[in-house]
C-alpha cells in the first residue's frame, strides 16, 4: 500500500520529498510477502464469499462486481507503470494462472450453478466455464478428480484471465522505482511518536533498531502502511477519527510442496466454500504459487490466533491496543461473534491428521509427507462501532484520514494488496482534494478508466481487459 501511494505521488509531485521509514531491515517481510499470502489476484472469479445466496435464493454478485473493478484499477496502474519502465519485467511478479472455484455436495453445486449464470454474461466475467463433468474439471485440474467417489455430486467454474501476484517482488520494484526517483528508504526504523507539528503537519519520533539512535523527521502529509500494526500507530496520533475502532488478530498456516512431480500437475488457483463462521481469508483453496521464479503449491489457510498485529509483533499487541472507546464495541463483536470464536477454537485444535484430511477434500490423493506447514501473515479484521448495530466485525479494508487530511492509514485485511491502486487513489481523494482537479489528467493516463467504472461500457471493459493483459502478459 504505502508502495503504491509512494508511486503514485511521485509520478504527480516529482519534486516532493517522499521519506519511507520501516521498522525490519528489508521491505516486504510482513503481509506483502509472498509466502504471507495467497498471492492471489482478487478479481472475485473464483472467490465465494463475494457473492452470497440470499433468502430468495438468487445469487448477490454486487461484492463480486465491485472487487473485480478495483482489481481492474490495479491493473491499469500496473500496466502504465510497466509502460514507463518502473516495472520492467511484468513477469518477475505476475503470472498467467487460471482461477477455479470448486464444490461438493447437491446444494453447493446448485448454489455454484446459480452463480455461474448471474456472473457469466457480466463484461468483467467474459470467458467463465461451468462443468459438472469430472472429465471436464480433472482437464481443468487434475489433482482434484482421482481418488474422489464417483457418486459425489461436483461442479467447477474456470476462468483462464486469473494471476497470481509475488506481491513481495512487486513492493521491491515500486519501493526501487522510487528511490531511483529520488525518495529516501530508511530500514530498522521504529516509529515511537506521532505528534502534531503546528495546524498542518506531524512530527514523528522514531529509533533506529540498530544502536537505538532518536532520529525526528516533521512532515506535511504522512501515510501509515503498517499492516495490522496500523491501528497502534493511529492511535498514537491522537486524531479523533480514529475513535471506536480496534482490531482482532487472525493467524494462519499453510501446507506446501514444492515436488515437481506434484506441482506439474496443477495449474489454477482452486477455491472452495468457507466453513461455518470462517473469516473471509480463511477460505480454503489449492494454489499454484509462482515466488522467484519456481513453482509451488499451498493448501490453506488454516485459520488461528495469537494477540500480535503483526507476525514479527508483540504478544502484547491486541491488549495494548484495547482504549476506552473501542472497549464496549469489542466487547460486542465478541458476544456476536460466537461462531467465529468456535471456528478458530477449532482451528487451532486441529491435528496435522486434520489438516492433511481437509487437503484431500482438494486432492483426493494427497500425501502428507509430501507437504511440510508454512507460517502465514497475521491479518487484523477491523472492529469499528456502528451507530445502530453497536461494535461489528468488518471483513473489508478501511481507510482512516483525519479531518484535514494531513494522516491518513489503511486498517483491515482482505481482499487487500490486489486493491491497493483504487485503495491508494481514494487516500489521494480525501487527503489532496485541492490537488485532484490539477492531478486529474495524469491521474487518466495512470488509469484510464479513472472518473468511472470499467463494467459501465462494455467496449471499454474490452479493450481495457485486452491492453492489460497484452502488456502485463495475462491470459484473456
Given at each position: ?97 487460471p482461477h477455479m472455484s470448486m464444490v461438493w455436495g447437491r446444494d453447493n453445486v446448485d448454489y455454484l450453478r446459480k452463480r455461474f449464470e448471474a456472473l457469466k454474461d457480466h463484461p468483467l466475467f467474459a470467458g467463465l466455464e461451468y462443468s459438472e463433468d469430472p472429465a471436464v474439471i480433472r482437464r481443468w485440474a ?311 467504472t470499467v463494467s459501465s461500457d462494455p467496449e471499454l471493459a474490452k479493450r481495457l481487459l485486452t491492453e492489460t493483459a497484452a502488456s502485463l502478459a495475462i491470459a484473456r
Open positions: 500500500m504505502s508502495a503504491t501511494l509512494g508511486t503514485m505521488l511521485q509520478q504527480l509531485e516529482p519534486d516532493w520529498d517522499i521519506r519511507i521509514y520501516e521498522r525490519l531491515g528489508d521491505v516486504a517481510r510482513e503481509s506483502s510477502n509472498p509466502w504471507n499470502n495467497a498471492g492471489t489476484g482478487h478479481a472475485a472469479l473464483c472467490e465465494l464469499n463475494y457473492t452470497p445466496q440470499l433468502p430468495d435464493g438468487s445469487i448477490d454478485i454486487s461484492k463480486a462486481v465491485a472487487v473485480n473493478e478495483q482489481f481492474q484499477v490495479s491493473r491499469q496502474f500496473w500496466s502504465y507503470l510497466v509502460a514507463e519502465g518502473r516495472l520492467p519485467d511484468p513477469s518477475a511478479f505476475l503470472a498467467s494462472t487434475p489433482l482434484t478428480i482421482p481418488g474422489r467417489s464417483k457418486t459425489q455430486p461436483i461442479a467447477a467454474t474456470w476462468i483462464a484471465a486469473g494471476t497470481d501476484v509475488d506481491f513481495g517482488a512487486l513492493t521491491r520494484m515500486l519501493i526501487d522505482g522510487l528511490v531511483d526517483g529520488g525518495a529516501q528508504l530508511n530500514l530498522e526504523h521504529r516509529v515511537t511518536s506521532i505528534s502534531r507539528a503546528g495546524e498542518r503537519g506531524w512530527r514523528l519520533g522514531l529509533r533506529h533498531e540498530v544502536g537505538g539512535t532518536p532520529v525526528e523527521v516533521t512532515a506535511k502529509f504522512v501515510f501509515v502502511g503498517a499492516g495490522g500494526h496500523a491501528l497502534p500507530l493511529l492511535q498514537k496520533s491522537g486524531i479523533k477519527e480514529i475513535r471506536g475502532f480496534g482490531g482482532f488478530p487472525v493467524s494462519g498456516q499453510w501446507l506446501r510442496t514444492d515436488k515437481p512431480e506434484i506441482v506439474a500437475q496443477h495449474r489454477a488457483k482452486v477455491y472452495g466454500k468457507a466453513s461455518v463462521g470462517a473469516p473471509p481469508m480463511s477460505v480454503p483453496h489449492l494454489d499454484t504459487r509462482v515466488v522467484d521464479g519456481e513453482t509451488s503449491l499451498l493448501f490453506g489457510p488454516y485459520a488461528g490466533f495469537t494477540p500480535k498485529f503483526l507476525k514479527t509483533g508483540s504478544w502484547f499487541d491486541l491488549f495494548g491496543s484495547i482504549r476506552w472507546h473501542n472497549l464496549v464495541p469489542m466487547l460486542q463483536v465478541a458476544l456476536r461473534n460466537l461462531d467465529l470464536l468456535k471456528y478458530l477454537i477449532g482451528e487451532l485444535l486441529a491435528s496435522r491428521s486434520d489438516k492433511e484430511k481437509a487437503l484431500r477434500d482438494f486432492y483426493p490423493n494427497a500425501r502428507g509427507e509430501d507437504w511440510y506447514e508454512l507460517t502465514a501473515g497475521q491479518r487484523v479484521q477491523i472492529i469499528k462501532q456502528d451507530p445502530v448495530k453497536g461494535g461489528v466485525l468488518q471483513f473489508g479494508t478501511e481507510v482512516v484520514a483525519s479531518a484535514d487530511g494531513t494522516i491518513a492509514g489503511l486498517l483491515g485485511a482482505s481482499p487487500g494488496a490486489s486493491t491497493a491502486a483504487p485503495i491508494m487513489l481514494d487516500v489521494l481523494e480525501r487527503c489532496f482534494p485541492d490537488r485532484i482537479d490539477e492531478w486529474r489528467p495524469q491521474l487518466q493516463r495512470m488509469v484510464p478508466s479513472y472518473g468511472t
